[in-house]
């Protein structure tokens, strides 16, 4: 886990993983009111090297901050998705991410729920996090489906039948060992209740594996 400071001042470190276009950027702009990242809007990758941002959010206990690291994006037509985790892990390696005491704090992956069709791609994904986190990591993970307001009213109701589904299918490696499935709603409330969430799991499994 991150440990710069003590207490309420220590560090959290997430990672915000997703495909192209799942909102990954807009997620890190809302949370931090950083309005210079580069955001895409289209299917093609705006996020070619990790973005980082840093911010200071308020929890029950105290002012925390946080460091946001803003990924590339899967499904990327000139890199394998393989490619791209094997990129994440390595800056994240070399920036002190994966371990020690200055390590990631959680995840938090982005799915858009207008994509409707999802192959193999997504339990690849899961074996890839699996090996380059272990299973530890799971319990720190968010999925935050994304652009719910681009779902009609009278197709609502379908969609969120998909996402159960899915919960219970693709994701279901990642939630059977503790990922959390929430819905992300494009505004910064959303963002910071997301990240309040990754801060609540981290210290949790802190506090269950003891010092």
């Not at 969120?160 to 959390?180: F, M, Y």
């Not at 409330?189 to 210290?203: D, P, Y």
Request: overall charge negative.
């Amino acid at each position: 886990m991150a440990d710069k400071g003590e207490g309420g001042d220590r560090r959290v470190l997430i990672a915000l993983l997703g495909m192209t276009g799942a909102g990954k950027t807009t997620f890190a702009r809302l949370a931090s009111g950083n309005q210079e990242l580069q955001v895409g809007h289209s299917i093609y990758p705006c996020t070619q090297d990790p973005q980082v941002v840093e911010f200071t959010i308020s929890t029950n206990t105290a002012a925390r901050p946080i460091l946001l690291i803003d990924t590339p994006g899967f499904d990327d037509d000139n890199r394998t998705d393989v490619e791209i985790l094997e990129d994440i892990a390595k800056w994240l390696g070399e920036q002190g991410y994966l371990k020690g005491s200055d390590q990631l704090d959680g995840l938090v992956i982005l799915h858009p729920v207008t994509v409707h069709r999802l192959g193999g791609h997504e339990r690849r994904r899961t074996r890839l996090l699996q090996n380059l986190l272990g299973d530890k990591a799971f319990k720190r993970i968010i999925i935050a489906t994304t652009m719910w307001e681009r779902i009609r009213d009278e197709d609502m109701e379908d969609v969120r039948k998909t996402v159960k589904e899915r919960e219970k299918d693709i994701w279901h490696d990642l939630v059977s060992r503790g990922a959390k499935l929430r819905d992300h709603h494009r505004n910064t409330e959303s963002a910071h209740q997301t990240i309040r969430e990754i801060i609540r799991l981290s210290e949790k499994q802190v506090d269950e594996e003891g010092p």
